[in-house]
T-cell receptor, first 114, second 116 residues
Framework: AQSVAQPEDQVNVAEGNPLTVKCTYSVSGNPYLFWYVQYPNRGLQFLLKYITGDNLVKGSYGFEAEFNKSQTSFHLKKPSALVSDSALYFCAVSPVLRDTPLVFGKGTRLSVIA | DSGVTQTPKHLITATGQRVTLRCSPRSGDLSVYWYQQSLDQGLQFLIQ???????AKGNILERFSAQQFPDLHSELNLSSLELGDSALYFC???????????????FGSGTRLTVV
């Protein structure tokens, strides 16, 4: 069965500094990988996805993520953090060749301090 | 507005009671997924329906059931409620029947259930 680990419950970063939110996954075969963001009292919003191709994926709001197959990781990054990036971030995975729903990590709360 | 509509937004009920949560998927989406979000468990997959048929089942308790109707809206029924059932319940929809589509999922704003 597939699984996702987000090793950090909380990440704090100063505004203007680069940010990284970590995600590792376990899946049989090749993965579909996603990042979603959740703002207070809102549903999850799609940020970006990796399906195939270039290992560096660019998404919404200046975020990007790097797929590393050997390390089974899909870390979310942004070169310069904004206070408005403060939210809960979820990584999700599903195997490409199996018809199974997305499995989400427990989420990482990002706090950007002015 | 994501296009996925969940009602009600908030629900407070007593232990032992039964409630029904409703979800209307985004126009054109055939799959509906139900997830439970709690502080300690994160986002747990409960069940998926595709075009009226159950497609996948996750960590859904026997006290919980769901269905998808011909107009594609879905209902999640929670019965014999316990304090531990208090959580945010999300519905998501996607175009295809495959679990992970190229287009990802579109989430509703959730129903916050409080069992007292």
């Amino acid at each position: 069965a597939q699984s996702v680990a987000q090793p950090e419950d909380q990440v704090n970063v100063a505004e203007g500094n680069p940010l990284t939110v970590k995600c590792t996954y376990s899946v049989s075969g090749n993965p579909y990988l996603f990042w979603y963001v959740q703002y207070p009292n809102r549903g999850l919003q799609f940020l970006l996805k990796y399906i195939t191709g270039d290992n560096l994926v660019k998404g919404s709001y200046g975020f990007e993520a790097e797929f590393n197959k050997s390390q089974t990781s899909f870390h979310l990054k942004k070169p310069s953090a904004l206070v408005s990036d403060s939210a809960l971030y979820f990584c999700a995975v599903s195997p490409v060749l199996r018809d199974t729903p997305l499995v989400f990590g427990k989420g990482t709360r990002l706090s950007v301090i002015a | 507005d994501s296009g996925v509509t969940q009602t009600p937004k908030h629900l407070i009920t007593a232990t032992g009671q039964r409630v029904t949560l409703r979800c209307s998927p985004r126009s054109g989406d055939l799959s509906v997924y139900w997830y439970q979000q709690s502080l300690d468990q994160g986002l747990q997959f409960l069940i998926q329906y595709y075009n009226g048929e159950e497609r996948a089942k996750g960590n859904i308790l026997e006290r919980f059931s769901a269905q998808q109707f011909p107009d594609l809206h879905s209902e999640l029924n929670l019965s014999s409620l316990e304090l531990g059932d208090s959580a945010l319940y999300f519905c998501a929809s996607s175009v295809g029947g495959g679990g992970a589509t190229n287009y990802g999922y579109t989430f509703g704003s959730g129903t916050r259930l409080t069992v007292v």
